[in-house]
């Protein structure tokens, strides 16, 4: 089993930074394939991006590609989630999740969440 907690949420403006982590506790917590969803206000939660546990394979949805960078510290068994040119229509809370085998951008693929964090960027 594998534990996260993410941080870095807050209230920002359209086009600021901000770099989200989630720490992964638990038995081989850097084995895992490590991802970001994140779910609206009367939203479906939806998948943001996902990275290998080798960091050798990354994808992301297209509404962030160019935008979000996400990265992971094995020794450190954390995940960051960096979010440049944010906009109102990133307003969410996000969240991690984790699986074992291969990397997924399909919600129902992963077991581990996270509680969540809230991003609000205002207009």
């Known amino acids: 089993q594998v534990q996260l907690v993410e941080s870095g949420g807050r209230l920002v403006q359209t086009g600021d930074s901000l770099r989200l982590s989630c720490a992964a506790s638990g038995r081989s917590a850097s084995s895992y394939v490590l991802g970001w969803f994140r779910q609206a206000p009367g939203k479906e939660r939806e998948f943001v991006a996902a990275?290998?546990?080798?960091?050798?394979?990354?994808t992301y949805a297209d509404s962030v590609k160019g935008r979000f960078t996400i990265s992971r510290d094995n020794a450190k068994n954390t995940v960051y989630l960096q979010m440049n040119s944010l906009k109102p229509e990133d307003t969410a809370v996000y969240y991690c999740?984790?699986?074992?085998?291969?990397?997924?951008?399909?919600?129902?693929?992963?077991?581990?969440w996270g509680q969540g964090t809230q991003v609000t960027v205002s207009s």
């Open positions: 990275i290998s546990w080798r960091s050798d394979i990354t």
């Open positions: 999740a984790a699986r074992l085998q291969r990397i997924s951008t399909v919600r129902h693929d992963y077991g581990y």
